[in-house]
């Protein structure tokens, strides 16, 4: 893979999957806005990258607020000269039994992950539309797919995410514009149990995935690697699966 040229910029930089995906779009030769709520944090990445001598730089936004979604896109597009690739790494999940669920809950774990894509979307198609050009890779999770016990707010939230995706991706074909999501299963550096999950719970799951472990956020890394390049311009509306199985669609 070769992204040398292409023009990225990352939301959600800060999460697991975000990191591995931004340093891999820059061993790829991308140049990458970094965007995330945490200044300093994100700050502090970007300059690790950069001294490593990768072209990358940051832009703090809340991509609850649309005014500073907007401005990390105008940030992108003046740093860069443009934007060609968007990749939403936004996740914010509320683990609870649905009937002891509040509607407060519901009302952020949608905000943020569904308005939010939508957000980030809206504003960088403002750019790619007027080039003709365009790459938009959103990750969610395969309860997407399949549900999960526990997160019937995350679920409903992240299969909007990828019907919003395939309809998005139909209209933004005339455009040159492709839009795909990217659906994790379980992904740990460590492989430890999540927070939550306790250990007999954890390899209880772990035993429906034919490898028998999470992926590793390079995993991912890569298939959104692969779905930014110029040359995958016939892929589009597609929610691909990085699940070692778990999902088999």
Not at 80 to 92: K, P, T
Not at 177 to 185: F, K, Q
């Amino acid at each position: 893979m070769d992204l040398q040229d292409q023009k990225v910029l990352v939301f959600g930089v800060l999460g697991r999957a975000g990191i591995a995906v931004a340093r891999k779009l820059c061993e790829e030769r991308a140049s990458v806005m970094l965007s995330a709520r945490r200044e300093e944090e994100g700050s502090e990445f970007a300059a690790s990258l950069r001294a490593e001598g990768f072209d990358a730089d940051f832009v703090c936004a809340d991509i609850t607020q649309r005014d500073q979604v907007a401005a990390a896109v105008d940030a992108t597009v003046e740093r860069l000269g443009r934007i060609d690739v968007l990749v939403n790494c936004v996740s914010y999940d509320h683990m609870r039994f649905f009937m002891d669920d509040e509607e407060k809950h519901w009302d952020k774990v949608h905000d943020v992950n569904v308005k939010g894509t939508m957000r980030g979307c809206q504003e960088a198609l403002r750019h790619m539309i007027p080039q003709k050009y365009g790459r938009i890779i959103t990750l969610v999770s395969d309860s997407a797919k399949i549900g999960a016990t526990l997160e019937t707010a995350q679920s409903s939230a992240k299969g909007g995410i990828v019907a919003f995706s395939k309809s998005l991706a139909r209209e933004m074909a005339r455009h040159q514009v492709t839009v795909n999501t990217v659906c994790l299963g379980p992904t740990s550096e460590t492989g430890d149990p999540p927070l939550g999950l306790s250990p007999e719970g954890w390899a209880s799951f772990l035993r429906l995935i034919p490898f028998r472990r999470p992926a590793k956020p390079d995993e991912v890394a890569v298939l959104v690697a692969f779905l930014a390049m110029r040359e995958t311009s016939f892929i589009t509306g597609q929610a691909i699966s990085v699940s070692g199985g778990l999902t088999m669609s």
